[in-house]
């Protein structure tokens, strides 16, 4: 039952969305990057043992239309002094 709700739905999307230019439609995608992290294994694939694992991450978020002729500068959100 799931399934066929999945497909009608992007059925629906996909017929609005034939409405717009290709330069019109913008899709936004979020990645982290934990840019503090060190490998847990060295090059002789054994684990490292005594290490602390920093998860510093910082949240990218990419955005660009759909016919690639435009993209947003991407935004990096770090963390908040007081979340």
């Keep these: 039952m799931e399934f066929e709700v999945n497909i009608k739905a992007i059925?629906?999307?996909r017929v609005r969305t034939a409405l717009y230019h290709l330069s019109d439609i913008y899709n936004m995608?979020?990645?982290?990057?934990?840019?503090?992290l060190v490998p847990d294994?060295?090059?002789?694939t054994e684990q490292l043992s005594g290490l602390k694992r920093e998860?510093?991450?910082?949240?990218?978020?990419l955005?660009?239309?759909r016919d690639g002729t435009e993209r947003v500068?991407?935004?990096?959100?770090?963390?908040a002094k007081k979340p």
């Design 55 to 61: 998860k510093a991450r910082i949240s990218l978020a």
């Design 41 to 44: 294994r060295s090059l002789s």
């Design 63 to 65: 955005t660009g239309n």
């Design 11 to 13: 059925h629906d999307i």
């Design 73 to 79: 500068p991407i935004w990096a959100i770090g963390t």
């Design 29 to 36: 995608d979020e990645t982290g990057l934990y840019w503090k």
